[in-house]
């Protein structure tokens, strides 16, 4: 494995002019909506004056929108996405939880799969959106950029599919769920890693941008959707949060969740959902056919355990119903949902523990059911001796740190794919990222002494088609936390978890391999593990990190290397002749 050699072998007329209009608006909303078809979009990333909470600043935006437009494609379309960067920042764009089949050129992560697209540069995303459909989304992905760069992923299915549950009466505008600072979030994350301290927190929670009325200054900025008494709506929702997994509810309302990070679930109800930075969700709303009230507030909260400061704070949308005999009465009290308190971890678990995959004949779970590899990961928080030259101000004078398997990911100065694509190894990257703890411990315990984290641009090379079990572990380090670890190029099945420290001979014997969820992204819970399995079947070099901005920030992500098949269809395709260059 930790060879260079290894890293070789190791996607009437009146009627008439009603069905026309109809048709002219869906062609208006969704480009040219047939099967197997080209989408062309534009992004023009500029710096344009916003004001929330009575802040006026100069943010990154996609075509001056915040946040960014919505993509709209079909399950088999190609999506062709010209990005001109008329900012002063480096900037890339990731499209979250697509797949990318032999395609890493199109992934996005900057110094993984290409050099970021600097000041006055272009770039063209070309690629082709394959055995998926469901929610998704895109944002920036290079330092903290995407908290003002996001927008959704809608992929519809093929058309003539259909949903694999009771069609809803309309589907209702994508929720991004944000975080808004009144700082420049690049001054904020550079001070911190200064510093070596915590970053500042943010000022409020957003949905699609908007703060809502718990905020000064913001009644003005709430998020509203218009509904129908007794119908059921289709409701997407997407955590783009920089730095917190939200729990979200709507008041006097039951949700029934239907998908996860684009993958159909078995249905279930719930009344509060957790949703991670990264993670997708779709929902049916069933309205009340006679609600007491004319509006119910929506809301977002923190869920954290962290030991450091967070934004503790509540943010409210609202969902309007259409006139009825409540509204007319002018009752204008605005019921909010009970949402868990900010640690509840219980709550946290007992709705993990509800999702399935459908696991039918059309929508299989192919879990892998031998393993080529077994892997364990630690994963959580660390330190760095503090420069002699300077005072720190993290853990007792040491700067923060974060790693998986104590390994601290270093940055490149040079795109790791178009390395491996070119085989220049030497000085980039090196394979011997540890796939066991290199000092074991008991790690959801006492913490060891020395929590100093070492450092290194490091992947795990993988043959192609290698089954692969991954044991995420979560450690007590700086305080037990929830990590949500998000894999590029894959999606993988979740077929265990639990609290403490994962036992390998007894912990495989409940896991679940008829129908467990498959997801992009997955919280190792707090003072747990989680086991999920994937299929190295798509070649090239794919990210895995933390969710969290300021802990991808600290080191907490690596890369898995996967060689290219024998035939012609398991290689990576050639780089496009645009790649920008570092």
């Known amino acids: ?42 992004f023009n990333v500029q710096m344009t004056n916003v004001t929330r909470l009575c802040v006026t600043k100069s943010i990154p935006t996609v075509n001056g929108q915040f946040p960014g437009p919505k993509l709209v494609v079909r399950e088999g379309d190609r999506l062709v996405v010209k990005v001109h960067n008329h900012m002063n920042y480096n900037v890339s764009f990731h499209w979250h939880g697509i797949r990318q089949l032999r395609n890493g050129w199109a992934d996005g992560p900057s110094y993984i799969t290409q050099c970021p697209i600097q000041g006055g540069g272009s770039y063209v995303y070309d690629f082709t959106v394959t055995g998926q459909r469901g929610t998704l989304w895109w944002h920036a992905h290079i330092s903290w950029l995407r908290v003002h760069l996001y927008g959704p992923l809608v992929i519809l299915p093929k058309r003539g599919e259909g949903f694999p549950f009771p069609r809803p009466y309309k589907e209702l505008p994508p929720i991004m769920f944000g975080e808004w600072f009144n700082e420049d979030t690049e001054a904020v994350i550079n001070q911190a890693l200064q510093t070596g301290a915590g970053p500042n927190i943010s000022d409020a929670y957003t949905f699609n941008g908007l703060p809502g009325p718990t905020y000064n200054c913001s009644s003005k900025d709430t998020y509203k959707v218009k509904v129908q008494p007794g119908r059921t709506y289709l409701l997407r929702l997407i955590n783009s949060a920089l730095n917190d997994e939200l729990f979200f509810g709507i008041a006097n309302h039951t949700l029934t969740v239907v998908e996860a990070d684009a993958n159909y679930v078995k249905p279930f109800t719930a009344k509060t959902l957790v949703i991670s930075p990264g993670q997708t969700m779709n929902v049916l709303l069933t309205t009340s056919p006679s609600p007491a009230f004319p509006a119910y507030a929506m809301a977002i909260a923190p869920y954290t355990n962290t030991q450091g400061t967070f934004d ?11 006139p009825t005999r409540a509204s007319a009465t002018g009752n204008n009290h605005l019921p909010l949902p009970p949402l868990p308190r900010y640690n509840d971890t219980n709550a946290v678990a007992n709705f993990s523990s509800k999702f399935r995959s459908l696991a039918t004949a059309r929508y299989p779970a192919r879990v892998p059911r031998t393993v080529d590899r077994h892997v364990l990961f630690t994963v959580g928080l660390g330190t760095d001796p503090c420069p002699s030259n300077q005072t720190c101000q993290g853990p007792n004078g040491t700067k923060f740190a974060a790693s998986i398997n104590n390994n601290s990911f270093v940055r490149p100065r040079v795109a790791l794919l178009e390395a491996h694509y070119q085989r220049r190894y030497a000085g980039v990257l090196m394979a011997n990222f540890p796939t066991a703890p290199p000092h074991p411990f008991n790690y959801t315990g006492t913490p060891p002494n020395n929590t100093f984290v070492m450092h290194g641009t490091r992947v795990v090379p993988l043959a192609f088609n290698t089954s692969v079990e991954l044991v995420l572990q979560g450690t007590s380090i700086q305080g037990a936390e929830s990590h949500p670890l998000h894999m590029h190029g894959f999606n993988f099945f979740v077929v265990g978890q639990g609290f403490g420290n994962y036992d390998p001979v007894n912990d495989p014997a409940n896991y679940n391999l008829v129908d467990p969820v498959e997801r992009n992204t997955v919280s190792v819970p707090t003072g747990g593990w989680v086991a999920v399995r994937f299929l190295a079947d798509n ?4 990210l895995m990190h933390c969710h969290f901005d300021v802990h991808l920030s600290w080191g907490l992500s690596m890369a898995w290397l996967v060689n290219d098949g024998p035939l012609p269809s398991q290689k990576m395709l050639p780089p496009p002749s645009d790649l920008p260059k570092c």
Request: include cysteine; glycine fraction near 8%.
């Open 1 to 42: 494995m930790g060879t260079l050699h290894g890293l070789r072998n190791a996607d009437s007329s009146s009627s008439s002019a009603c069905r026309f209009l109809a048709a002219l608006a869906v062609l208006l909303a969704f480009p040219t909506l047939t099967a197997g078809l080209t989408r062309h979009y534009t």
């Open 539 to 542: 070649p090239g070099v794919w």
């Open 312 to 322: 503790n704070t509540t943010a409210v949308a609202v969902l309007e119903y259409a």
